[in-house]
């Protein structure tokens, strides 16, 4: 079975800093991977996706990913933090396209002014 | 534009009385599911459908079930409400080939 770990419960960063969420996950088979943030009180939106080709994923909001398949890892960076990024992310894996996407426990980005 | 809705957005009730949550999608997608979500676990998948008559178990359906009698709708009904399915309930929708999921905005269920 796979499984989605999020390191990291609580990031905090200042605001015009570094953003980065880690992702691992474990699969012995090729995975779909995928970012989705979770603004408060509302549903969850896609950042970006990975499914094949180019490792390296760009998304909205200026974030990107990089597949790593040594690493089994699929962490989230954005280069320079703005207030609004202030959400929850999730990481999450599925296989074969099957659309049975297996979360991560999500982590909590706040940010400082 | 297309959309997914749930409803209510906010229940209270009381254990062991049934329980009925609605999803409603007009993006025409095969393919909806039923979360929870609770602190510390992320999401958990309850179940899912990929097409009308279709419904299939996740891994944490024990007192839920769901019926698909058409494309656009797939309710989540408890029922026998119990303190544990206190949660927050996000359906989705997606469509073959992009591996992407449309969330709803979720219903907050209380049980007490």
């Known amino acids: 079975a796979q499984s989605v770990t999020q390191l990291g419960s609580h990031v905090s960063v200042s605001e015009g800093a570094l953003v980065l969420l880690r992702c691992n996950y474990s699969?012995?088979?090729?995975?779909?991977l995928f970012w989705y943030v979770q603004y408060p009180n509302q549903g969850l939106q896609l950042l970006l996706k990975?499914?094949?080709?180019?490792?390296l994923v760009k998304g909205i909001n200026g974030f990107e990913a990089e597949f790593k398949k040594s690493e089994t890892s699929f962490h989230l960076t954005k280069p320079s933090a703005h207030m609004s990024d202030a959400a929850e992310y999730f990481c999450?894996?599925?296989?074969?396209?099957?659309?049975?996407?297996?979360f991560g426990a999500g982590t909590t980005v706040t940010v400082r002014a | 534009d297309a959309e997914i809705t749930q409803s209510p957005r906010h229940k209270i009730t009381e254990t062991g009385r049934q329980v009925t949550l609605a999803c409603h999608q007009t993006?025409?997608?095969?393919?909806m599911f039923w979360y929870r979500q609770d602190l510390g676990h992320g999401l958990r998948l309850i179940h899912y459908?990929?097409?009308?008559?279709?419904?299939n178990k996740g891994e944490v359906s024990d007192g839920y079930s769901v019926s698909r009698s058409n494309t656009e709708d797939l309710p989540l009904t408890l029922e026998s409400a119990a303190s544990s399915q206190t949660s927050v309930y996000f359906c989705?929708?997606?469509?073959?080939?992009?591996?992407?999921?449309?969330f709803g905005e979720g219903s907050r269920l209380t049980v007490l």
């Open positions: 989705a929708s997606g469509a073959y080939g992009t591996g992407e999921l449309f």
């Open positions: 999450a894996v599925s296989f074969s396209n099957d659309y049975k996407l297996s």
């Open positions: 459908s990929y097409g009308v008559q279709d419904t």
């Open positions: 990975y499914t094949t080709g180019a490792t």
């Open positions: 993006w025409n997608h095969n393919n």
């Open positions: 699969s012995s088979v090729p995975p779909y």
